[in-house]
């Protein structure tokens, strides 16, 4: 068992060099550092954040001038007959936002990058509300209706842009599809993982990787994946809707537990972050460049906004305008990225584990025992440690866990620009669900696909290559349509309104007012 995951570990040891590769091109070339400023930036950063700039600017700040307006669609109640309500869309996107990449992909930028990579990840999320806004309201301009569910997003939106050509369909949803199943491995470990570190810390003794115990948790959450998941897009929501504000106030009551014990050393927090942003550290390379990718790199890796990865469930919303639903996926990426990675970020700079001898053996560990080692500074000593840490990995397990519902529902989603038929679509969920048992497989071996890992960062930036050009090429109907909400005359959005005739949806909807 051990040989064949070294082997597909090996396989996969390509990932790495180009991945890193097309995060950092062109500045993989020296002739492209030695140009002042602009040698600093990565195309892929020139890409996510001047898009969000653009969108920011000409959308008016709309992520700003709405949020209001954003939490006020969230608290409104309503019952969805088709679809579901856009409160169960923000809570299934962030089923898939809020993972542990808000834990692990923090913690490494600021291992990387110092603790200025947290202020980049601030900027870049802040502008992309704007791209989330865009790609949240093309989804629910070209959705579909199905039965009494809607399905939408990326391979919906970018058939309809470029050409209404089918296969630019079927190749969009298989693009996702393979983002999807490598991610879910790394999902499925995490989930098991989890629960293991629980274990320990209740009954104070380590357990073996191959322990029964592992056997056991692993069957269970196959299986309690599988009842969720082949239950279709309405029972994720129902699961999602109850877990998600679960995870997200117990993470947020536990490091503001932490932040208030600690509460002398905030002052230390933001020196760091601000003066860390423009002056690097030597220690993490002291190169501007590697604070402001960093930043950018796992900002992206949680909040996606610019991937389309999280516009199925923006396009899954019975909205009552499609720029309503563009508002609310804004407010996605600020929970995410302004909330919950701040949150970690407190805790790592907070900690001081990467300040002077110590840093040096902080920097060895991998990234969840360099988050947990922090947070065990901020309690030394005090019965705190073994609840701090007992939360902290239940927090991180519930985030995989949604992770993993929301990445097999959103393959379930795209799945239908493939084909609508059942058999397709459960040939995509029973992939997922077997590929996501591997990850659980890996952890009772004992090992850590680390070139899957990689396999994301690949996946993320090949996504915002083919994503972004789409998103331009529709935002002149994101324009009119936002011109068309902000007047609120009470006439209904048709195709008419952005200069299309393929708008069905809404074309019957307005025809039935």
């Given at each position: 068992?051990?040989?064949?995951?070294?082997?597909?570990?090996n396989?996969?040891?390509?990932?790495t060099?180009?991945?890193?590769?097309?995060?950092?091109?062109?500045?993989?070339f020296?002739?492209?550092?030695?140009?002042?400023?602009?040698?600093?930036?990565?195309?892929?950063?020139?890409?996510?954040?001047?898009?969000?700039?653009?969108?920011?600017?000409?959308?008016?700040?709309?992520?700003?001038?709405?949020?209001?307006?954003?939490i006020?669609?969230?608290?409104?109640?309503?019952?969805?007959?088709?679809?579901?309500s856009?409160?169960?869309?923000?809570?299934?996107s962030?089923?898939?936002?809020?993972?542990?990449?808000?834990?692990?992909?923090?913690?490494?930028a600021?291992?990387?990058?110092?603790p200025?990579?947290l202020?980049?990840?601030?900027?870049?999320?802040f502008?992309?509300?704007?791209?989330?806004?865009?790609?949240?309201?093309?989804a629910?301009?070209f959705k579909?209706?199905?039965?009494?569910?809607?399905?939408?997003?990326l391979?919906?939106?970018?058939r309809?842009?470029?050409?209404?050509?089918?296969?630019i369909?079927?190749?969009l949803s298989i693009?996702?599809?393979l983002y999807?199943?490598?991610?879910?491995?790394?999902?499925?470990?995490?989930?098991?993982?989890?629960?293991?570190?629980?274990?320990?810390?209740v009954?104070?003794?380590?357990?073996?990787?191959?322990a029964?115990?592992?056997y056991?948790?692993?069957?269970i959450?196959?299986?309690m994946t599988?009842?969720?998941?082949?239950?279709?897009?309405k029972?994720?929501?129902?699961?999602?809707?109850?877990?998600?504000?679960v995870?997200?106030?117990?993470?947020?009551?536990?490091?503001?537990?932490?932040?208030?014990?600690?509460?002398?050393?905030?002052?230390?927090?933001?020196?760091?972050v601000?003066?860390?942003?423009?002056?690097?550290?030597?220690?993490?390379?002291?190169?501007?460049?590697?604070?402001?990718?960093?930043?950018?790199?796992?900002?992206?890796?949680?909040n996606?906004?610019?991937q389309?990865?999280?516009?199925m469930?923006?396009?899954?919303?019975?909205?009552?305008?499609?720029?309503?639903?563009?508002?609310?996926?804004?407010?996605?990426?600020f929970?995410?990225?302004?909330?919950i990675?701040?949150?970690?970020?407190f805790?790592?700079v907070?900690?001081?584990c990467?300040?002077?001898?110590?840093g040096?053996?902080?920097?060895?560990?991998?990234?969840?025992?360099?988050?947990?080692?922090?947070?065990?500074?901020?309690?030394?000593?005090?019965?705190?440690?073994?609840?701090?840490?007992?939360?902290?990995?239940?927090?991180f397990?519930?985030?995989?866990?949604?992770?993993l519902?929301?990445m097999i529902?959103?393959?379930?989603?795209v799945?239908n620009?493939?084909?609508?038929?059942?058999?397709?679509?459960?040939?995509?969920?029973?992939?997922?669900?077997?590929?996501?048992?591997?990850?659980?497989?890996?952890?009772?071996?004992?090992?850590?696909?680390?070139?899957?890992?990689?396999?994301?960062d690949?996946?993320?930036?090949?996504?915002?290559?083919?994503n972004i050009p789409?998103?331009?090429?529709?935002?002149?109907?994101?324009?009119?349509a936002?011109k068309?909400?902000?007047?609120n005359?009470?006439?209904?959005?048709?195709?008419?309104?952005?200069?299309?005739?393929?708008?069905t949806?809404?074309?019957?909807?307005?025809?039935?007012?």
């Open positions: 068992m051990k040989a064949i995951f070294e082997a597909i570990n396989i996969f040891g390509f990932v060099p180009v991945s890193d590769f097309l995060w950092d091109f062109p500045r993989n020296e002739w492209y550092r030695n140009i002042p400023l602009l040698g600093d930036l990565s195309l892929a950063i020139i890409v996510l954040v001047g898009s969000g700039l653009f969108f920011s600017f000409k959308l008016g700040f709309v992520q700003v001038t709405h949020f209001k307006k954003g006020k669609t969230l608290t409104k109640k309503r019952n969805a007959e088709t679809g579901i856009p409160l169960a869309s923000f809570f299934l962030t089923a898939m936002r809020v993972g542990p990449g808000n834990i692990i992909g923090v913690t490494g600021i291992a990387v990058g110092g200025g990579a202020f980049w990840m601030w900027v870049s999320a502008f992309g509300m704007a791209t989330a806004y865009m790609e949240g309201t093309l629910q301009i579909e209706k199905k039965g009494d569910e809607f399905v939408g997003g391979p919906f939106y970018g309809k842009l470029l050409g209404n050509k089918v296969w369909g079927v190749f693009l996702y599809i999807a199943l490598c991610c879910l491995p790394a999902q499925g470990f995490n989930v098991v993982s989890s629960v293991g570190r629980i274990a320990e810390v009954t104070g003794s380590g357990i073996q990787s191959d029964i115990f592992y056991i948790v692993g069957a959450v196959v299986v599988a009842v969720v998941a082949f239950g279709g897009i029972k994720v929501t129902k699961w999602t809707d109850k877990m998600v504000p995870m997200a106030v117990v993470y947020v009551l536990t490091v503001l537990a932490l932040i208030f014990i600690n509460f002398t050393r905030i002052p230390f927090f933001f020196t760091s601000f003066s860390g942003a423009f002056t690097p550290d030597a220690i993490f390379g002291g190169l501007f460049g590697t604070v402001l990718a960093q930043g950018v790199k796992r900002g992206l890796m949680s996606e906004a610019g389309g990865t999280i516009t469930p923006a396009a899954a919303a019975d909205a009552a305008h499609p720029c309503e639903q563009g508002v609310v996926s804004s407010l996605g990426v929970l995410d990225t302004i909330v990675c701040t949150l970690t970020g805790v790592v907070m900690g001081q990467w300040l002077g001898d110590a040096a053996s902080w920097m060895k560990l991998d990234k969840l025992p360099m988050f947990t080692e922090s947070v065990a500074t901020l309690t030394p000593g005090t019965a705190l440690n073994a609840v701090m840490s007992v939360l902290v990995s239940l927090c397990g519930l985030f995989a866990y949604t992770c519902l929301g529902s959103f393959s379930e989603i799945a620009r493939i084909s609508t038929t059942k058999a397709c679509i459960n040939i995509v969920r029973t992939v997922c669900l077997f590929v996501a048992a591997f990850g659980i497989l890996c952890n009772i071996a004992g090992l850590e696909l680390g070139n899957l890992w990689a396999f994301s690949l996946g993320n930036i090949l996504i915002v290559y083919f789409i998103v331009y090429i529709g935002a002149k109907y994101v324009f009119r936002t068309h909400y902000k007047k005359d009470g006439t209904p959005f048709t195709s008419k309104v952005i200069g299309r005739n393929d708008c949806y809404w074309d019957e909807k307005a025809k039935e007012q």
